[in-house]
């Protein structure tokens, strides 16, 4: 696919889904570990990735790897790296760091090494000695984990979750990330009635909606690679517009959001409005007891109220309690929720045909999956 060494960062969990949508793009060279997908790619893919994935956090660019247990050895080792080939004269490059179990535990000195060796570096290109950084914005990572440095650029900026559809968002709204992947994790198809009893500021639905519709999630904004000369416009513009042309138009969708908050129903219908999938999705206030459904095969998917995060703990017991009453008699759904109460199980009234661990956020969650029959074929 390219010479490029590619990184697709992920939140704890997601990395097998994340690698799934890569496989679709077209990506084959692909290496999962913790918390990111390695892949490799070229110039034309960075558009592509950023505009693509629906469950990665980041799209970075490898400069490097190597290991470094002294401040001279990382200095020296990234000073050798390419930098020139990427930062310009006026770059606003900008360096951030981790350190795990490394001998070089210091972030700010790291930092500051790293910083150094790049500018040492691009003074070997640009006969200058000070730097305006004036330009495009690099945002470089120096992440050391046992001692084995690596040095990546962020081609996304902000976080790919920022869709740029929620201008509002509820009290504890998921992350788009996260929605997507249960959707991505589950059963569900564009065919299937899809039902979100806790919608919130409506991102599971919306997520559904989109893809349901084939909407590429990074559309609709802005990435900090486009200002890089390293990658030409007309990669970003021909991304796009395949994007747009794969836009399904004609999709028949059925879903449905619900909360008893008046204010999440609002914030929920301008969100989908701002992508135009308000004729695709019903938001309606009502508790969810109350709603009426038709045993026909629908999905569940949702995000339910957590005891540490909103309500009460009894409060919230009793609602899962009511909700495995509520689908007991719906035997050809499929339920799909994610929560961090551990007892959710028996309160629910019956052990899921699969549990998932996963992070909403910094909070460990399990994603239970109860599977319903398979659709007749029609």
Not at 27 to 52: L, Q, R, Y
Not at 190 to 202: A, M, V
Not at 238 to 263: M, P, Q, S, T, V
Not at 359 to 374: E, T
């Amino acid at each position: 696919m390219g010479n490029l060494e590619l990184i697709a960062t992920t939140t704890f969990g997601l990395e097998a889904i994340c690698k799934r949508e890569l496989l679709d793009l077209g990506f084959n060279d692909i290496k999962v570990e913790n918390g990111k997908v390695n892949f490799k790619g070229s110039e034309k893919d960075i558009p592509t990735a950023n505009i693509w994935l629906r469950t990665a956090d980041r799209v970075l660019v490898k400069l490097g790897e190597f290991k470094a247990v002294t401040f001279d050895e990382l200095f020296e080792k990234t000073k050798a790296l390419p930098w020139d080939e990427w930062i310009p004269e006026d770059g606003n490059f900008v360096v951030e760091g981790k350190s795990i179990a490394s001998k070089l535990f210091s972030i700010s000195d790291s930092q500051r090494i790293v910083e150094k060796a790049i500018v040492e570096k691009l003074k070997t290109k640009y006969d200058v000695d000070w730097f305006s950084k004036s330009g495009p914005r690099f945002t470089v990572e120096v992440s050391l984990l046992k001692d084995i440095a690596t040095l990546t650029i962020d081609t996304s900026g902000e976080g790919l979750h920022k869709r740029g559809y929620r201008d509002r968002a509820g009290d504890a709204p998921i992350k788009e990330t996260l929605a997507a992947a249960m959707i991505l994790l589950s059963y569900w198809n564009k065919e299937r009635t899809l039902f979100d009893p806790f919608c919130g500021s409506g991102t599971i639905p919306i997520e559904a909606a989109m893809i349901g519709r084939n909407i590429a999630p990074g559309l609709d904004r802005k990435f900090a690679s486009e200002e890089w000369e390293r990658i030409p416009k007309k990669y970003w513009q021909d991304a796009r517009k395949k994007a747009f042309e794969a836009i399904d138009n004609d999709a028949k969708l059925d879903i449905l959001g619900c909360d008893i908050d008046k204010r999440s129903i609002l914030r929920a219908r301008d969100n989908a409005a701002n992508l135009g999938l308000e004729e695709d999705i019903q938001f309606f206030m009502k508790d969810m007891r109350d709603v009426d459904l038709k045993d026909n095969y629908g999905v569940v998917i949702t995000n339910p109220p957590y005891g540490e995060r909103i309500g009460e703990k009894e409060e919230i017991e009793q609602l899962y309690i009511d909700l495995g009453k509520k689908f007991k008699s719906f035997d050809t759904w499929s339920i799909y929720v994610i929560t961090s109460e551990e007892d959710f199980e028996n309160l629910y009234g019956k052990k899921a045909d699969r549990k998932r661990k996963l992070y909403n956020g910094r909070i460990k969650v399990d994603y239970y999956q109860f599977y319903g029959p398979r659709p007749p074929k029609n």
